[in-house]
Structure formats: C-alpha cells, structure tokens
C-alpha cells in the first residue's frame, strides 16, 4: 500500500524504519515544523524530519494538520493509509477522510486503559504490572476508534517511562507493520473498543512531577519513575528546584540509623542520601540542581553542606 506516515519525537523512529523496510511504499512524512530546542533555542528539525531527509522521503510540516493547503497536497498524494505514531496534532474530519483505509494510529497502552497523551507514564505512576500498545482507526475523539490489533508488555519494577517506552516503541512498530499488512489482505477487521476499564492519561505537567514527600515510599518510587525523563520529578531544597533521577525505597530498618525519617527530611551518609516519605524512607539516585550537571546524591550533598535534619519541600 502507499503509505504515509505521520510522526515526531524519537519514539516514532521504530515504526518509521520498520515501514520503509516492509513492502509497502512510504511516499510521504508528515512531522510537527521545526522548534526552539537547546540552550540557544534554536530552530531544530524533530526526529522524524531528519531521518526522513537520511531516507530520501518527502516531508511535509504543516503548522496544523486542517491547514487547507496541507489537505491539498495530501490529497494530491492520494495514500491508502496514514499510519501515526506520536505525531501530536489533531485531525480534521476531511483530513480523516481522505485516505481509503483512514489514520492508523500506534497508541502505547492497551486500550482504553490509558487514553490520552501520556499512557505510558500514568501506567508507571499508577502502578500497573502490565501494559503494551495497541493499533486503531482514529476517530474524531481521543483515542476512541476500533481495535485492529494489541501487544502486551511486562512493567519491570525498575521500568522508567523512558525504559519502558522505548521497549514498547521496538515492539510497536512490529505491531503497527502487521495491521498494516493486514488491513491490505483484508485479514484484520477493526473491533469497538471494550465500554469498560475506560482511564484517562492526560499530559504530565511539570507541576504534577513535584514529589510530595507526606505520601508513601511506593507512590514516590512510581511518580520519579513515571516522570523519567520528561518531565522530571522534583522537589525543592533551600528554596530552590533540584531535579530527581530514580529513588530506591527502603526496606524497614535499612537506614543507617535508628528510628525512622519524617517526611522530607534528609540522611547523608558518605556515600548515600536518605530522605523521609509517609512509610519508608527512599534512597536518592541522580540529582540535579538548578544549572548544574546531573550527579549522585552523595556527591551533591557533600557540595551542599547538608546540615542535620534540613528537609526537601521546605519553601
């Protein structure tokens, strides 16, 4: 089939690579425009543009998806189906309706758990032991449309957002290359989504990754986890934002001291930064703080100057 494929960031990189090596033609790429990124926020083309110039495939940036013009050249390309994944834009009903097969989207959950723009991070902090990625036709509403196809993935217990989805884009891809194959033969029929086991996963704002630190051992370890690497968790410390890599919780009488931590409060040792949760305390990883370079807790600490029962979250 001719087929475009519509996408951005990294995580589309898979099935981008995956489709060009199947048997259908990849004729056009359809990618977010260029966007201020680094320190000098300069214009920068996203993943999928760049790799899309490295395969010789024409690409097309259009600052929104009903764009007249875009509709046009769309049109004039004529593909049987547009397979997205992570493209981050709405689609129009006339956009919808101009390849024969419709928008196939890749989406990372098992539907309809988990619709929405950040599936993968809501599974983590909501502490689910299974996910994986699903395809189907898009409708006009958010990740509503029928069901071609499902793979399942294990959430490892160490499993970052980032870990995880990179495993769920690897596999995904293979996932997307067989709907579409399938939708060609007329093997794969799409079916309604379940009524039931509807969640939502709506975008994680920099103010939802603030560790609150009167919650438990377990709820800190999945909201860092789930918050690795965008948006990142944080806490604040002498009044200033400090940037947290994944913690490891503590088991019940592991501190290097007796008694148990309140809530905040911090334990340096030589080499480990312990700080207190509802439960148990959690061990820092990687830290960063406001305009410094990522660094192990304990090398942060000793910089710092910690004194004894100073606390994170103290404004």
């Known amino acids: 089939m001719r087929v475009v494929f519509a996408g951005t960031p990294e995580v589309a990189l898979p099935s981008l690579e995956a489709l060009v090596a ?23 083309p996203s993943p999928v543009r760049r790799r899309a110039r490295e395969l010789g495939i024409p690409v097309l940036t259009p600052g929104s998806a009903k764009d007249p013009g875009f509709l046009a050249e769309l049109t004039r390309i004529g593909p049987d189906l547009v397979a997205v994944v992570a493209y981050g834009d709405i689609i129009s009903q006339a956009g919808l309706d101009i390849p024969v097969h419709g928008w196939v989207n890749l989406h990372f959950s098992i539907l ?17 032991e299974l996910t994986g990625a699903t395809t189907f036709r898009i409708e006009r509403s958010m ?97 200033e934002r400090l940037r947290l890599g994944p913690v490891a919780v503590v088991a019940p009488g592991g501190l290097p001291a007796e008694g148990r931590l309140t809530p905040g409060t911090l334990l340096v040792t030589k080499r480990m930064v312990f700080v207190g949760t509802a439960t148990d305390a959690v ?30 979250g103290d404004e």
């Open 22 to 44: 199947s048997s259908h033609e990849v004729v056009a790429v359809v990618t977010r425009p260029d966007a201020p990124a680094g320190r000098g926020r300069h214009l920068e």
């Open 112 to 128: 309809p758990a988990w619709r929405g723009a950040a599936p993968v991070q809501h599974a983590i902090m909501a502490g689910d």
């Open 143 to 239: 990740d509503t449309g029928p069901v071609f196809g499902v793979m399942t993935e294990q959430i490892r217990c160490d499993d970052t957002a980032g870990d995880l989805l990179d495993r769920l884009a690897v596999g995904g891809a293979s996932l997307l290359v067989a709907t579409v194959d399938g939708i060609e033969t007329g093997a794969l029929v799409a079916k309604p989504q379940p009524a039931e086991g509807v969640s939502l996963a709506p975008k994680v704002r920099v103010e939802d990754a603030r560790v609150r630190w009167d919650r438990s051992a377990m709820l800190v370890d999945r909201l860092v986890r789930g918050c690795t690497p965008a948006p990142g968790a944080w806490t604040t410390f002498r009044g």
């Open 283 to 312: 061990r820092l990883g990687m830290v960063q703080a406001q305009g410094k370079r990522p660094m192990p807790a304990a090398d942060w600490a000793r910089g710092t100057r910690i004194d004894a029962g100073e606390r994170f």
